[in-house]
């Protein structure tokens, strides 16, 4: 939440949390692999940067697909995948994604 992300910023400024421990994130890419939800193709890709949203590299995503999947994203961040797709429970169109580890450039 902000708050957290705010006592983070303010460790990092001042000194108190090494970076490294922040930057040691796993990018994460949540691949669409089965669709029945007209915003969503099989192949769709969004990317995690750390915290971020990678704009540039994403699709679109769907709120409630973010809702359903971040609590996964940020443990696959931290280094704990699941290796069975994550499903977004929107109505009936039944969106799953797998998460994968991206490397760091």
Not at 1 to 12: G, P, R, S, T
Not at 58 to 67: F, H, I, V
Not at 82 to 87: G, I, R
């Amino acid at each position: 939440d902000w708050v957290d992300a705010f006592v983070i910023a303010d460790h990092l400024r001042f000194g108190r949390i090494a970076k490294e421990v922040y930057m040691e994130e796993s990018r994460i890419k949540a691949v669409v692999v089965r669709s029945g939800c007209p915003l969503y193709a099989v192949g769709d890709a969004v990317y995690f940067d750390g915290p971020l949203l990678d704009k540039g590299k994403s699709g679109n995503l769907c709120m409630m697909a973010l809702n359903a999947i971040f609590p996964f994203v940020y443990a696959a961040r931290k280094g704990v995948l699941k290796e069975t797709p994550v499903q977004c429970p929107d109505c009936e169109e039944h969106v799953e994604f797998m998460l994968q580890a991206e490397p760091r450039d």
